[in-house]
């Protein structure tokens, strides 16, 4: 069993930056992909970055490329997005997710753990 908190969200002006964290516990995480999901009001949620497990793979979503970044520290058993250059359509609520799997996907059905999200706001 993995357990998944998310940190870091909150209110930005557009241009501006956040970082998110997510601190996974079970003596496994470390062994799984990490990923990070969003979903706004009235749509689907959608994946956004993805991490092997060893941190050596990535892989974003073509609206996100060369502003979000998505890393972890196995040591301490945590994710970040480190999110530049925010847009208002970034708003949504971010998730964490964890799968069973060394390597990311990209299918949310694919992921079997979530934490409860965090509220990301980009005012224009």
């Known amino acids: 069993q993995v357990q998944l908190v998310e940190s870091g969200g909150g209110l930005v002006q557009a241009g501006g930056s956040l970082r998110l964290s997510c601190a996974a516990s079970?003596?496994?995480?470390?062994?799984?992909?990490m990923g990070w999901f969003r979903q706004a009001p009235g749509k689907e949620r959608g994946f956004v970055a993805g991490?092997?497990?060893?941190?050596?793979?990535?892989y974003y979503t073509d609206s996100v490329k060369g502003r979000f970044t998505i890393s972890r520290d196995n040591a301490k058993n945590t994710v970040y997005l480190q999110m530049n250059g925010l847009k208002p359509e970034d708003t949504a609520v971010y998730y964490c997710?964890?799968?069973?799997?060394?390597?990311?996907?990209?299918?949310?059905?694919?992921?079997?753990?979530w934490g409860q999200g965090t509220q990301v706001t980009v005012s224009s």
């Open positions: 997710a964890c799968r069973s799997d060394p390597w990311w996907a990209t299918a949310a059905p694919m992921w079997g753990y």
């Open positions: 079970g003596r496994t995480a470390s062994s799984y992909a």
């Open positions: 991490i092997s497990w060893s941190g050596s793979s990535t």
